[in-house]
């Protein structure tokens, strides 16, 4: 009979052991999901920002091109007639001058 008593406490014990094994794997399980969720939505938030990046470099891109499309095909503005004559004047009397 103390044998099977013995038997008994050492199997409740092997049960108890067990149930604390399974909570604590169904607990990591838990995080475990937790975690990939955060991962997924992560990856989501980041391929969002790439695009946006992507985005604004090509705009940049793009205003940077007509910026210089700008200063290639700019005429020039037209020079008022009296800075050429004042011009003008400054290098006749230079040449005038010995």
Known sequence: MAVSV??????????QSTRK????GNERLEILRDQQERL??????RRLL???L???RLAITEMERQRELAKV????????????DVRNVRRDMSKKEP
């Open 21 to 24: 094994v399974v909570q604590g």
């Open 73 to 84: 095909f700019q005429p020039e503005a037209p020079r008022s007639w009296w800075s050429r």
């Open 6 to 15: 013995t038997i008994l406490i050492v199997v409740l014990r092997i049960l």
């Open 40 to 45: 997924a939505f992560l990856h989501e938030e």
């Open 54 to 56: 992507e985005k604004r």
């Open 50 to 52: 790439l695009e946006e």
